[in-house]
């Protein structure tokens, strides 16, 4: 079965989006793909809520298809989530989700981002707690700019800089 968004209603579509933007936006800032762990983490750590809650709030969002999943390790069944078009084409300057780029996976792709959001968990937060930074996705991006970092930037955009 392929997983879509197509069985939802444009209304049913817009309610998750506005329901679940803030988890939408952080993972999109976040490249658009992270393990569910880090989902968990993250979230947690910029809200304060349970990690139970938003575990059923990821679970909400793969059941309508706006998260996906790509198995990474078959012998774990280590999974990447990532976005589906419709969330991501809500962030972009495109008319229709059709339009959005489809996600080109590769081994080294996957690992440097699972090791990027674990060091912005592990390492970056924190400073920023101890200098009385306020923690959210906006102000994460501005302090990894402000810092030099460019932490959240893919391959072919630090080419560009």
Known sequence: MK????????????ALFTKYKNLIYMIHCCGGYMLRRQIRKLFHLLTD??????????????????????????DTRTQMLYLSKYPKSKFLTVDRSEDVPAINWTNQKIFEQIFKIDYLIEVIIAPMKEQNFSINMDNIITYLNWTGSNLLLSSNQMDML
Do not use: Y
């Not at 349970?50 to 998260?67: P, Y």
């Open 49 to 74: 809520r349970s990690e139970k809650d938003i575990e059923f709030d990821i679970a909400e969002l793969i059941l309508s298809s706006f998260l996906l999943q790509k198995t990474i390790n078959k």
């Open 3 to 14: 997983h879509t968004t197509h069985n939802l209603t444009p209304e049913q579509k817009d």
